[in-house]
């Protein structure tokens, strides 16, 4: 079974131009589910029925696996399936018409204007560290880009001149500006840390770590924990947190919603639309709060 994960992964990455994100998720679901196929000795693919299938659903909500997880693992399967149809190793789909579980939609979580301030304020600009720091606190909320992009990017990728970054994830690429305060940092960062923080000058990763190379998410992940916890703002911040901040907050501010789902790479307009649900949350409490007859 695993050399047709390898053909679906090949698919993903060759023609549908997955993430290595999307990719990664894809072969962690199907190898899950191929392991529990193992365990019920079921070997071969063409001997899977709905029954197993709905099989491993229980099996997972039995592990306590939230509904989010669990769905996400069935469009993995299905997708599987479908290639598999398509590729005509299997006859008919055993995927076919089993149900996800309702997922409760979450608003995304956000932290106010005063808060990112706050937080932008806390690296020191006395040094190499703080310096890079702040560049990238200030460029991940000036762009609203994932942190892996942010991670990725090299300087070939940020033209200081026209104010903009090119964002690549997989194939797709998308251009997004930055204000004044992120180039400011970028600036800061180029002339007075990067020099001082890269072992070869042909680097080309954008932001490195101390011991100059790539950074890791985990890497980033600790340096904004660690100065969320100096502005003493919520404890449980994460850098999508910020991705959301920044979307929630143009939006407030009056930004276009098709703008919004360009700069943040939305392939579906809905999803961005829950930014709008976010904004007319706010709404409702400054009304209940503020109205003398609610």
């Known amino acids: 079974m695993q050399d047709y994960i390898d ?7 060759d023609e549908k131009e997955s993430s290595n994100n999307t990719v990664e998720s894809y072969k962690r679901d199907l190898n899950q589910f191929i392991n529990y196929l193992h365990s ?3 070997t071969r693919i063409e001997k899977v029925n709905k029954t197993n299938i709905m099989t491993y659903k229980l099996y997972l909500q039995k592990k306590g696996k939230s509904p989010s997880t669990i769905s996400r693992s069935l469009a993995s399967i299905r997708s599987f399936f479908k290639f598999l149809m398509m590729k005509k190793i299997i006859e008919s789909d055993p995927s076919f018409n089993i149900d996800s579980p309702k997922v409760e939609k979450k ?38 880009i994932r ?6 990017l090299k300087i070939d990728n940020v033209d200081m001149d026209l104010k903009f970054i090119k964002c690549i994830s997989g194939n797709k690429e ?27 000058p042909d680097e080309k990763i954008l932001f490195v770590n101390c011991n100059g190379f790539a950074m890791t998410r985990q890497g980033f992940w600790k340096i904004i924990k660690s100065y969320a916890k100096k502005a003493k703002i919520d404890a449980s ?8 901040s920044f979307a929630s ?3 407030s501010n009056g930004a276009d919603i098709h703008s919004v789902q360009e700069m943040l790479g939305h392939s579906d307009i809905s999803t961005t639309q829950v930014y709008l649900q976010v904004q007319n949350n706010k709404l409702k409490e400054v009304y209940a709060k503020a109205h003398p007859r609610y």
């Open 7 to 13: 053909m679906f992964v090949r698919f993903l990455i």
């Open 107 to 144: 608003l995304p979580s956000i932290i106010t204007i005063d808060e990112v301030g706050k937080l932008l304020d806390q690296p020191d600009i006395s040094d190499y560290k703080g310096l890079r720091d702040k560049a990238m606190l200030e460029l991940l909320y000036a762009t609203g």
């Open 40 to 42: 019920t000795n079921i």
């Open 174 to 200: 998308r251009v997004i500006p930055i204000g004044s305060k992120a180039t400011e940092a970028l600036n800061s960062y180029f002339k007075n840390s990067r020099p001082f923080l890269i072992k070869s």
């Open 249 to 251: 907050h143009l939006i």
């Open 237 to 244: 911040l994460t850098p999508h947190m910020l991705r959301h």
């Open 147 to 152: 942190v892996t992009e942010l991670i990725n």
